[in-house]
């Protein structure tokens, strides 16, 4: 019963992982513009998805031919993909000329050109590829090590809790968040308590 539960919810997360970006996705591509969508919110969710991923393989190594953690490790890679896919599209649109609205990054920096905000996308890009080539590569060196393990994890949960304040003080300054996805935010939360559950008390995976 319990392992029928486990991939039951298994898979609904992975399918509401899909769903859920994907709406978000479809609203920027339908729009043609990522206004009122904040960079550093994409930039630290990659970061937060990169450790989280990373350090969930390297803590449950022993026991990835299971089923029930083998799906719940997927479904932390395919957050992390989507989180990539986001920076992307972001960097992507930002180019795009209907994207000059202001936001949070010009205002305060008054920023008013275009390819400057496109460079600074692209800096952040590059350093999140960076960071998961490196933390890939350190995986691979030291899979056991408890230290680099707890690292990811603390860096994750920090990452995870601060990420949407700059989405908050974009959304609050702003005078158009209509590429914002209202359902994709419902869908993170309620996605984010089921993974608790899920993780933790259905499948007692260790942290």
Known sequence: MNSALSCFIGFVLIIGTLISYGT???KIIINQSITGINIYTIAMGCLSSC??????????????????????????????????????????YIRHENSRASTFYNQFYQVEDLDRDYRHVF??????????????????????????????????TITSVIQWVP?????????????????????????????????????????
Do not use: R
């Open 24 to 26: 978000q996705f479809h």
């Open 51 to 92: 450790c989280t991923m990373y350090a969930s393989i390297l803590l449950n190594l022993s026991t990835l031919k299971s089923f029930e953690i083998g799906l719940d490790v997927s479904q932390l890679i395919i957050v992390c993909i989507c989180y990539y896919a986001y920076i992307v599209i972001y960097m992507y």
């Open 123 to 156: 800096i952040l890009f590059c350093i999140s590829w960076i960071i998961l080539i490196i933390l890939g590569t350190a995986c691979i060196i030291a899979p056991s090590s408890h230290g680099l393990i707890n690292t990811m994890y603390i860096i994750a």
């Open 167 to 207: 989405q908050l003080i974009e959304t609050y300054m702003s005078t158009d968040i209509s590429s914002l996805s209202l359902i994709t935010l419902g869908l993170n939360t309620g996605g984010c308590l089921l993974t608790i559950i899920y993780q933790c008390v259905i499948n007692g995976e260790s942290f």
